[in-house]
């Protein structure tokens, strides 16, 4: 009996910061009726919150009345920090969030991600400085949440990521343990998708928190997408929800790293537009390279980014078309290629015609590249919203 109240009180906790992240600025008595707990139980856990660093209170701003004004609660973002990750194919970028999803830390770096073990290893140290620089400011920290670009199965499990040439890797394992040998053995670990977990930087912390259904687009080496559809991120029967750069354009197109042959991604990715600028498959420009060359006005990226992005808009149509979302947004590194995203949004209005239905905001995300590793802290975050207070779980495809 007592662990079913102790499983009832976290669960009565987060719901009340979940109230608070969701209408910041809500009073003690607001927070009873929306919740349905008692004056006495919200009084109780709102301070046991504000001790621990999730909510703050403030005096309203209000004057003029008699007897002492309410205080006003909302996410506390200066005592607690999520680490969050993304595992690119050439780079790994670590940061450390606020609960209100503001970056206090920031790395990235080029890595070879042929040997598994050693990127892994390169990735905890990543994370160990910022694990250090988050406790050195007195931060309290509730795990860390990566970002991969495959297939994840429960158990952090990374079924197959074909852009990274790794297959049935218990990533999730080997970064623990590489935690542990950085002395950091405490973080548990959330794995994700890498688009899912860009999915939920919008949908955890966007600057519109009421949008319930999304699609979140993220352009790379491969094309995924993350999909939020009445505040459930989508995930799929087996973590393979949201491929679409598998969706097959051409059937009888190029060769796919897949095995099949025109994919989204022969057409939508890094190594497309590379092929387009250079007339070879290898070696792929790097994406310092490209923006050094946009940065001279290069006029055969500049081609390559607008074909490569009609090709984006026709995939974006017909997401729309299947899916209804109130929000698409458009992530990762090829999004920073002038023309690109303006091509797939020409196209999809062309393709969506006079339809009212299927028109829909498209837009750039606001974090850049940070997209990812800032939304695999937010998964973490997420998880410990919807499930209480307890370890985050060890994947989220």
């Given at each position: 009996m007592s662990g079913d109240q102790s499983l009832l009180k976290r669960l009565n906790r987060m719901a009340i910061v979940r109230q608070i992240k969701s209408r910041p600025g809500m009073a003690r008595?607001?927070?009873?009726?929306?919740?349905?707990?008692?004056d006495s139980t919200i009084s109780?856990?709102?301070?046991?919150?504000?001790?621990e660093g999730w909510i703050k209170a403030t005096e309203s701003a209000g004057g003029g009345g008699v007897g002492r004004r309410p205080k006003l609660l909302a996410l506390d973002p200066d005592r607690i920090a999520i680490l969050g990750a993304e595992v690119g194919v050439d780079y790994l970028n670590v940061v450390a969030c606020s609960l209100r999803g503001q970056v206090l830390f920031s790395r990235m770096g080029d890595y070879q991600h042929g040997a598994v073990e050693r990127s892994v290893g390169d990735l905890a140290r990543l994370l160990a400085e910022a694990r250090h620089t988050m406790t050195a400011a007195g931060r309290r920290l509730l795990g860390v949440g990566v970002g991969v670009p495959g297939m994840v199965a429960p158990g952090g499990l990374l079924r197959l990521?074909?852009?990274?040439?790794?297959?049935?890797v218990a990533f999730g394992d080997l970064l623990t343990e590489a935690l542990h040998e950085a002395r950091r053995p405490d973080l548990p670990v959330t794995l994700l998708n890498d688009a899912n977990a860009a999915a939920l930087s919008e949908?955890?912390?966007?600057?519109?928190?009421?949008?319930?259904?999304l699609i979140f687009l993220s352009l790379g080496y491969g094309l995924g997408a993350g999909i939020v559809l009445d505040d459930q991120l989508q995930v799929g029967r087996d973590g393979g929800s949201g491929e679409v750069g598998h969706v097959i354009l051409r059937p009888d197109g190029a060769p796919c790293a897949c095995g099949r042959r025109g994919c989204a991604e022969t057409l939508i990715s890094?190594?497309?537009v590379s092929r387009l600028m250079t007339g070879r498959d290898l070696p792929v420009l790097h994406i310092g390279e490209l923006l050094d060359?946009?940065?001279r006005h290069d006029l055969a990226l500049a081609r390559a980014a607008r074909e490569v992005g009609a090709h984006l808009g026709l995939v974006l149509h017909n997401l729309v078309v299947t899916i209804n979302p109130e929000l698409v947004v458009l992530g990762g590194p090829l999004s920073r290629l002038d023309g690109l995203v303006e091509a797939a949004q020409e196209a999809l209005q062309r393709y969506a015609g006079a339809s009212p239905n299927h028109q829909v905001l498209a837009r750039v995300s606001r974090l850049g590249l940070d997209a990812c590793a800032?939304?695999?802290?937010?998964?973490?975050?997420?998880?410990?919203?919807?499930r209480g207070e307890t370890a985050p779980a060890r994947a989220l495809a």
């Open positions: 008595g607001e927070l009873a009726r929306v919740t349905g707990l008692a109780v856990l709102v301070n046991e919150l504000i001790e990521a074909p852009a990274l040439g790794w297959r049935e949908y955890v912390f966007g600057a519109s928190l009421t949008v319930r259904s890094q190594k497309e060359r946009q940065e800032v939304g695999a802290a937010g998964g973490v975050l997420n998880q410990l919203l919807q």
